[in-house]
């Protein structure tokens, strides 16, 4: 079947030491989102990926990176995570948007423990 | 910026009962969606409504958006423990940028008791 992809399921680093969350998709969708969501709060978007266009969220961290080398890939780095980085992070895709408005595909997500 | 509320945010319901979540915004919503999570889980679609008054069915629930296109409701029939989880509505950014960005309501967590 079709489907989003994440690894690991959960991470655990360290305050500081840089990580990095993997996507991959069979869907062959134009459109890789990442979301950061925190516990009882709803998921945020960080930024997104149209094709190899990179789309940065105002509010985004700088601390958080992505990198996209194909259409089945996308990768969360996060250069030197905080406590207040723990989290759960979700990947998500579609096709491309406008003008239609497509339903987003989002993998089982990734765990992140900062200790 | 747009903001989504849901209300209830939490609700215990009997099994065999119905229960409507309402989804407000401050703004005209363009691309209304109804996702379920599971704890601990990625979040699954349900239904996507754009149109004012638009109405859409899926087995036991039923999605709701109203004419101004501000309100959203998700109705369960007669709920089921599988109904249980966090409800969100999302809803499209409104700016074009060749992507669907959703940003999220506050979720309404769904306790079925047998």
């Known amino acids: 079947d079709a489907m989003v992809i994440q690894n690991p399921r959960y991470q655990v680093t360290q305050f500081g030491k840089p990580v990095t969350l993997s996507c991959s998709q069979t869907?062959?969708?134009?459109?890789m989102y990442w979301y950061q969501q925190k516990s009882s709060q709803a998921p945020k978007l960080l930024f997104h990926?149209?094709?190899?266009?990179?789309?940065n969220e105002a509010d985004t961290p700088d601390n958080f990176q992505s990198r996209r080398p194909n259409t089945s890939f996308c990768f969360l780095d996060i250069r030197s995570p905080g406590l207040g980085d723990a989290a759960m992070y979700l990947c998500a895709t579609s096709r491309a948007g406008r003008p239609s408005y497509n339903e987003q595909f989002f993998g089982p997500g990734t765990r992140l423990t900062v200790l | 910026s747009q903001e989504l509320e849901q209300s209830p945010q939490s609700l215990i319901v009997q099994e065999g009962k119905n229960l409507t979540i309402n989804c407000t915004s401050s703004?005209?919503?363009?691309?209304l969606y109804w996702y379920k999570q599971k704890y601990g889980e990625g979040l699954i679609f349900l239904m996507m409504?754009?149109?004012?008054?638009e109405e859409k069915s899926h087995e036991k629930i039923t999605a709701k958006l109203d004419e101004k296109k501000q309100q959203s409701s998700l109705h369960i029939t007669a709920s089921q423990p599988s109904h249980a989880g966090i409800y969100l509505c999302g809803a499209d950014g409104g700016e074009w940028t060749g992507a669907n960005n959703l940003f999220f309501g506050t979720g309404t967590r769904l306790t079925v008791i047998p």
């Open positions: 703004k005209t919503l363009y691309g």
């Open positions: 409504l754009q149109k004012g008054g």
């Open positions: 990926y149209y094709d190899k266009d990179f789309n």
């Open positions: 869907l062959n969708h134009n459109v």
